[in-house]
């Protein structure tokens, strides 16, 4: 079954430095996978997509993740955190809910908190 | 437009009263997903509809949850009775469906409920 870990449940950054949060994923095939940011109160907004084309994939807000097979990693970059970027953030693996149905859900991580400070 | 709607946005009742959530997808999407977020539990998928159709519902905790989709531009998330362990945020989002794969999924702002 596809699954995500994220490692780190908190990451503190000054800002002006770079920002690494990290994604592990388990999957039988090649996966779809993502990275969602959520500000206080606020929904859940997609930052990046991976669906098997090109490994680095660049996001909104200057962020930027990059899919390794032979680490089944897929971690997420920033080169200069800033302040606005503190929020919480998901790494999510795309799993087939079975059948021949062909229909797919979302599976979240545990999610990371990103703190900056001055 | 005006992305997904999801109302209300805060909900406190009393154990035992009947929460209706409510939302309201993309216009032109066919995905609809609840999704319920707990400290203890993190973002759970509760049910997801396609076309109206609920195709899965195995996340829905038990019989006092119930969903309904009558059509493309409204679902609700019914409990009933309510429960303190029923307290977290709900979201609603939709996406579009498309040859076979869904698009990227759009999120509401939640509806936190509080049960006393």
């Known amino acids: 079954a596809q699954s995500v870990t994220q490692l780190d449940s908190h990451v503190s950054v000054s800002e002006g430095t770079p920002v690494l949060l990290r994604c592990n994923y388990s999957s039988s095939y090649s996966p779809s996978l993502f990275w969602y940011v959520q500000h206080p109160n606020k929904g859940l907004q997609l930052l990046l997509k991976?669906?098997?084309?090109?490994?680095l994939v660049k996001g909104i807000n200057g962020f930027e993740a990059e899919f390794k097979k032979s680490e089944t990693s897929f971690h997420l970059t920033k080169p200069s955190a800033h302040m606005s970027d503190a929020a919480e953030y998901f790494c999510v693996v795309s799993r087939n809910l079975g059948g021949h149905t062909g229909f797919q859900k979302l599976v979240f991580g545990t999610g990371t908190r990103l703190l900056v400070s001055p | 437009d005006a992305g997904v709607i999801q109302s209300p946005r805060h909900e406190v009742t009393e154990m035992g009263q009947e929460v209706t959530l409510r939302c309201k997808p993309i216009s032109g999407h066919n995905s609809l997903f609840w999704y319920r977020q707990t400290m203890m539990r993190g973002l759970e998928l509760l049910i997801y509809f396609n076309n109206n159709v609920p195709i899965d519902d195995s996340g829905m905790p038990e019989d006092r949850f119930s969903a309904k989709m009558p059509n493309a531009s409204f679902s609700t998330l019914k409990i009933q009775p309510s429960e303190p362990r029923d307290s977290a945020v709900y979201f609603c989002?939709?996406?579009?469906?498309?040859?076979?794969?869904?698009?990227?999924?759009?999120f509401g702002q939640g509806t936190r409920l509080t049960v006393v």
């Open positions: 991976y669906t098997s084309a090109a490994t």
């Open positions: 989002a939709s996406s579009l469906r498309d040859r076979g794969s869904d698009t990227e999924a759009f």
